[in-house]
């Protein structure tokens, strides 16, 4: 069997970056999207696109039954769902192998076993892997009230079915509790259509260890090193690096066998990845298995060399692994996720149109993007706009060359977060590798940015000023001055009412 | 030779730029510092200017009642304050503007957690609005008394929206 045509049913930088990988295997790509999304970077990558519902998720890209039409009527042969949206519902994998058509993703009852928090808790245990000290079970207010005594706060409360941070909260002591479970189910209903909640006791000070598995049909599963994401804001990964600064080789070693164990244990084919919480003594506590690509994978690809779509692709076509192996990384890779969002506002997600966007570049630079100026960004989905990374020889140049990265890159429209990714970078925390899961909330970083306005921006604006009073000047010196102005891209006057 | 004065507001900080054309370059004054600027073109999105020394790049946007300025990965809002501003919001950009409060976004009101006549304390929680999926706590800026309530659960709000209005305690 041999792919031909796969629809990517996603949406962003993500159906933008499997797209890209299906054309340099000289396989099709087909997009589905939303009315949002007519005029989105992932219709125009896509070799053919189907319009499948309007702007709300559940009525476009969380709607299995149109996804798979969509698929059927463009002659696919495989779904590729991305993260996030339909990539973890087993019933949605099950409807397309009995569509016919391959799911690039692990078998049906390994998404099952790994989907519901508390049965993936059994299962490691079953495979002699610790999970976080918790609950899952019955989950009515008064039983979880018990169990989070039993426990002993602080607690998190987390949705069964959850991923990503929404559905989670982290409940310092009992008076919070009712609150974070009423709001905990709200979101988890919301975003996974089930409110189903556990408990874990909250372990800290850890790091956020995850490690890279790919499994193939011929009974292997190699751990492709660790990725460290103990960056966190409200559980939203920020900043992430491949390998972690905290993990020397025995315990990747330990790890390593940990997470090919239980993928093994839950009949796991694929790309995986096993986080794992990690303690500063080495102890590590089983956290979930995310049974799809992550967000965060282009740091191990970078360390790699290794493409993880690809070999998505190739072991959906039942080929078998070929890496050296233990893989060894080449370097170290860091990540900054770009979000609409306003840090001075209690990161409120920002909407609005992106009015110029310029992307950086450079030597071990990778931008990972599916937005581009002119486009609106809407409140319909995550605000995640991209994700900047570098590879360099070592931590203190790849971050150095993400900084640069992240200073080279200007969109104008919604707020974002750019500002506090370089605070992040420059933090101690970071310099040192002191990263912990709750550095960034419990510590807060300073800012680096000097008070008042530098005049750098000031020159920028008063350019900006006297080109925007050209059309009513004769002066001819400035004729000369702006001679190029018509042709600069860096620069633009909205006229009145059009900055809404 | 004739000068220009942009005269702008950052914050609570006043700055004043004066600009004048000289030779085919642009002299900009500000805070007693005058630069000498010439373009040195634009490159992949980013407009360059030199100021006979460094090279300083980065995008600016005009609109009349601010100008909006993209440099080493972060963006300042410069409002003109010769410009009259155009009605519209007073209130902060994180909804809790002094006598209300506001949908800081476009999104659904989950819980009103207050009613008119309520006395609310300084950070308390008065509506959950949800919007791009996470939830966000709108909270009031200082002890206030409800005076009215203009959203009930489940509506949508656009940004801006007026949802609560609070007398702050004198």
């Known amino acids: 069997m041999s792919l031909r045509r796969v629809l990517v049913a996603n949406r962003g930088e993500i159906a933008c970056r499997v797209m890209r990988t299906l054309r340099a295997r000289g396989l099709e790509s087909a997009a589905v999207f939303s009315e949002a999304d007519a005029d989105a970077p992932h219709v125009r990558l896509a070799d053919r696109a189907q319009l499948i519902g309007p702007a709300p998720a559940p009525l476009s890209y969380l709607d299995a039954d149109k996804v798979l039409a969509a698929a059927r009527d463009m002659g696919c042969d495989a779904v590729h769902p991305g993260y996030g949206f339909l990539s973890e519902n087993a019933a949605f994998a099950e409807a397309c192998a009995d569509a016919g058509m391959t799911f690039i993703g692990p078998p049906v009852a390994a998404i099952r076993a790994m989907g519901d928090k508390a049965q993936a808790r059994r299962a490691a245990l079953d495979a002699g892997v610790s999970p976080v000290p918790g609950y899952a079970g019955d989950d009515d207010d008064g039983i979880l009230a018990r169990e989070a005594e039993r426990i002993g706060y602080p607690v998190l409360v987390k949705a069964a079915l959850g991923g990503g941070g929404k559905g989670m909260r982290l409940v310092e002591g009992a008076g919070g509790l009712a609150d974070a479970i009423r709001a905990a189910r709200r979101e988890a209903q919301a975003a996974f259509g089930d409110g189903s909640l556990l408990l874990e006791r909250y372990v800290h000070p850890a790091r956020h260890i995850e490690v890279q598995l790919l499994a193939d049909t011929h009974g292997r599963a190699i751990p492709v090193l660790e990725r460290e994401c103990s960056l966190q804001r409200r559980h939203q990964k920020v900043v992430e690096e491949c390998p972690s600064s905290a993990i020397d080789d025995p315990l990747r070693e330990r790890l390593g066998d940990a997470a090919a164990r239980l993928a093994l244990a839950v009949g796991y084919i694929g790309a995986g990845t096993v986080e794992f919480l990690v303690e500063e003594d080495g102890s590590f506590w089983f956290l979930e298995m995310n049974t799809r690509l992550q967000v965060e994978h282009g740091v191990t690809e970078m360390v790699t060399g290794e493409d993880l779509v690809a070999w998505q692709l190739r072991i959906a076509d039942g080929e078998a692994l070929d890496l050296p192996t233990p893989v060894t990384p080449r370097g170290w890779a860091v990540e900054a996720r770009v979000y609409a969002e306003d840090p001075s506002a209690g990161f409120l997600p920002q909407a609005g149109t992106i009015t110029h966007l310029a992307l950086p570049t450079g030597p071990g630079v990778r931008v990972d993007v599916g937005v581009r100026g002119g486009q609106e960004i809407t409140p319909h989905y995550d605000p995640m706009l991209m994700k900047v990374l570098a590879h360099g020889s070592d931590r203190v140049a790849a971050t150095g060359r993400l900084r640069a990265a992240l200073e080279d890159l200007h969109l104008l429209g919604p707020k974002t977060n750019v500002g506090y990714l370089l605070d992040v970078l420059a933090s101690d925390a970071w310099t040192t590798g002191q990263t912990f899961t709750h550095t960034l909330e419990a510590d807060g970083v300073a800012s680096t940015s000097a008070d008042g306005v530098p005049p750098e921006v000031l020159m920028l604006a008063a350019w900006g000023l006297e080109m925007r009073r050209r059309p009513e000047s004769t002066d001819a010196a400035r004729g000369d001055v702006y001679s190029a102005f018509d042709r600069l891209s860096g620069f633009r006057i909205v006229p009145r009412g059009g900055d809404a | ?170």
């Open chain 2, 1 to 170: 030779m004739s000068e220009t004065r942009h005269p702008l507001r950052h914050g609570d900080l006043d700055l004043d730029l004066v600009c004048r054309h000289v030779q085919g370059a642009l002299e900009v004054t500000a805070g007693g510092d005058m630069s000498r600027l010439t373009s040195a073109g634009d490159e992949a999105g980013r407009l360059v200017l030199s100021d006979g020394e460094r090279m300083i790049s980065g995008a600016v946007e005009v609109h009349d009642e601010r100008v909006v300025v993209s440099w080493r990965g972060r963006s300042w809002v410069l409002e003109r304050r010769d410009v009259q501003a155009r009605g519209g919001s007073t209130g902060s950009s994180d909804g809790t503007g002094s006598g209300h409060i506001e949908a800081p976004m476009t999104g659904t009101v989950i819980e009103v957690c207050c009613e008119a006549g309520d006395a609310v304390a300084a950070g308390a929680t008065v509506v959950v609005v949800e919007a791009m999926k996470m939830e966000h706590r709108l909270v009031a800026p200082a002890a206030s008394s409800v005076t009215e309530v203009e959203c009930a659960a489940g509506d949508q709000v656009d940004i801006g929206q007026i949802l609560v209005r609070l007398e702050p305690d004198a």
